[in-house]
Nanobody
């Protein structure tokens, strides 16, 4: 089991940027497909982006495509989410997740504690 700790959340203005980081420990980081998910108040958790073991290919939710970029540094056991052109609707708790088996939501078995992102208009 891999342990995940997110950081980098906070408050940003609409149009601004934030960079989230997720540090992993435990089993071999490069064995995992890594993903970012988010959950807004009163809504279900939704997929944001995912990245395969070597760093590509990637997959993005349509709502963030072209604005967010997921990347990883296997030497540092870290995955990142660069968020640009932020919108108030991006406000949510963002979770990092790891999967040994695939890209589907049910494949992600390890989760971080989440980091709050708030975007003001």
């Amino acid at each position: 089991q891999v342990q995940l700790v997110e950081s980098g959340g906070g408050l940003a203005r609409a149009g601004g940027s934030l960079r989230l980081s997720c540090a992993a420990s435990g089993r071999t980081f490069s064995s995992y497909v890594m993903g970012w998910f988010r959950q807004a108040p009163g809504k279900e958790r939704e997929f944001v982006a995912a990245l395969n073991r070597s760093g590509g290919p990637t997959n993005y939710a349509s709502s963030v495509k072209g604005r967010f970029t997921i990347s990883r540094d296997n030497a540092k056991n870290t995955v990142y989410l660069q968020m640009n052109s932020l919108k108030p609707e991006d406000t949510a708790v963002y979770y990092c997740a790891a999967s040994m088996t695939g890209w589907g939501l049910n494949d992600f078995g390890s989760w971080g504690q989440g980091t709050q992102v708030t975007v003001s208009s």
